[in-house]
Antibody, heavy 122, light 111 residues
């Protein structure tokens, strides 16, 4: 059974760096084809993809946020960490991490964490 | 560039059927997509992966009332025998040029 859970601060000040951790179980990120992604959702708005890290440490980022994002993994701890620099109130959102399965025809997420609400405010 | 377009809202009565649409932007009509359901105050839930030929793979536990189909650049999510718990936001998602894209979502109201 695959589970994921996000953790991190609930309140961050503008210009600070936000660091979120995704702790997962039920799969190994060293398994061929696997990945973990980050997605966010501002209050009342749509989902927005942020980043994806693959089993081989390859990474993909949303081009509009790429300069501010870093995603890393610790396979031994079953964790993926997302860092976002220079946060702004518009970054207030629920942040989700999700499992990407091996699939040849589409990159998608089949299991999602419960989400972590992060508020950016002074 | 890849974009997914969804109507902001839809409604149907309890017990009826509804068909939600996700339209792929020009040049991407062969893309597969995924459908997600997000019930109020909950995280997204993967429903199915839907190919351009209409074949689809549903996630475990998704009722038979949910199905997918395709026509050209349009991808559909059909829900029959609507129940109150189907009231939710529905998102489509695809991948192109090393980038994941979500549609704007459709809020389904069950009357």
């Amino acid at each position: 059974q695959i589970t994921l859970k996000e953790s991190g601060p609930t309140l961050v000040k503008p210009t600070q760096t936000l660091t979120l951790t995704c702790t997962f179980s039920g799969f190994s990120l060293s398994t061929n084809g696997m990945g973990v992604g980050w997605i966010r959702q501002p209050p009342g708005r749509a989902l927005e993809w942020l980043a994806l890290i693959y089993w081989d440490d390859d990474k993909r980022y949303n081009p509009s946020l790429k300069r501010r994002l870093t995603v890393t993994k610790d396979t031994s701890k079953n964790q993926v960490v997302l860092s976002m620099t220079n946060v702004d109130p518009v970054d207030t959102a629920t942040y989700y991490c999700a499992h990407m399965p091996l699939a040849w025809d589409l990159t998608f997420f089949d299991y999602w964490g419960q989400g972590a609400l992060v508020t950016v405010s002074s | 560039q890849l974009m997914l377009t969804q109507s902001p809202s839809a409604s149907a009565s309890l017990g009826d059927s509804v068909k939600l649409t996700c339209t792929l932007s020009s040049g991407h009509s062969d893309n597969a997509i995924a459908w997600y359901q997000q019930q109020p105050e909950k995280g997204p839930r993967f429903l199915m992966k839907l190919n351009s030929d209409g074949t689809h793979n549903k996630a475990g536990g998704i009722p038979g009332r949910f199905s997918g189909s395709s026509s050209g650049a349009e991808r559909y999510l059909s829900i029959s025998s609507l129940q109150s718990e189907d009231e939710a936001d529905y998102y489509c998602q695809s991948w192109g040029a090393d980038k994941m894209v979500f549609g704007g979502g459709t809020r389904l109201t069950v009357l």
